[in-house]
């Protein structure tokens, strides 16, 4: 197996988790693009946002993790991004799909 966030979920590679439940783990980012900026993850591997299932409840189960999260983090109150990379021209790096959670300062508009 070699996807990097599969790896993560089954705690070969070591990261420090905020939180996990028995579908989603959260992590900060090792590159961090804001003074918050954790990762979101299901813990199956879907290869992007339009390979999930239209009957999954992976996104109530990644939306109730971004709000242990940010609730967490203190950002919830002063605002925060979430941001979901897809496929190459997305911007995603890491196939597995992943959920970037920003916050801790102002987010300027368009992103890039």
């Keep these: 197996m070699s996807c990097i966030f599969c790896q993560i979920v089954d705690k070969r590679i070591p990261a420090n988790f905020i939180y996990e ?3 989603v783990v959260a992590f900060p980012d090792i590159n961090p693009q804001a ?5 979101v993850v299901p813990k199956v591997h879907y290869e992007n946002l339009l390979a999930v299932p239209k009957d999954s409840d992976v996104f109530n189960r990644v939306y109730s993790a971004i709000d242990q999260v940010v609730n967490k ?4 109150e002063t605002g925060f991004r979430v941001v979901v990379n897809t496929k190459d021209d997305g911007g995603q790096t ?8 920003l916050g801790g300062r102002f987010m ?4 890039g």
């Design 21 to 23: 439940d028995d579908a």
């Design 35 to 39: 003074p918050h900026h954790y990762l």
């Design 73 to 76: 983090a203190g950002i919830a």
């Design 94 to 101: 890491v196939p597995h799909l992943h959920f970037h959670v």
């Design 108 to 111: 300027t508009w368009p992103p």
